[in-house]
């Protein structure tokens, strides 16, 4: 069974910068298309940037032009560095397949405050 850990979250004020680490425990990131979202208290989980196979990344509207997303093949591993966070921006964040195919790790939180 497919493992995902996420980690590197924590509290930062507005403004600032937090570089969150994705790392699976088997070879998925060569089979599948990933993907970065996250989970606000009381809202559905969404999607923040979809991360292909071979092709360019696509970013949702939720965090584009805030976020940018690298992925490491080969270690089975994706970074999501985020700027300019906003309160708005406090969520649990999860890495998964794109669409999640993978039972959901236990995320990392992030809270942004004023």
């Known amino acids: 069974q497919v493992q995902l850990v996420e980690s590197g979250g924590g509290s930062v004020q507005a403004g600032g910068s937090l570089r969150l680490s994705c790392v699976a425990s088997?070879?998925?990131?060569?089979?599948?298309?990933m993907g970065w979202y996250r989970q606000a208290p009381g809202k559905q989980r969404e999607l923040l940037a979809t991360?292909?196979?071979?092709?360019?990344?696509h970013y949702t509207d939720a965090m584009k032009g805030r976020i940018t997303v690298s992925k490491d093949t080969a270690k089975n591993s994706m970074v999501l560095q985020m700027r300019s966070l906003e309160p708005e921006d406090t969520a649990v964040y999860y890495c998964?397949?794109?669409?999640?195919?993978?039972?959901w790790g236990q995320g990392t939180q992030v809270i942004v405050s004023s």
């Open positions: 998964n397949a794109a669409p999640p195919i993978y039972s």
């Open positions: 088997q070879n998925i990131f060569s089979r599948n298309a």
């Open positions: 991360v292909p196979r071979g092709s360019e990344i």
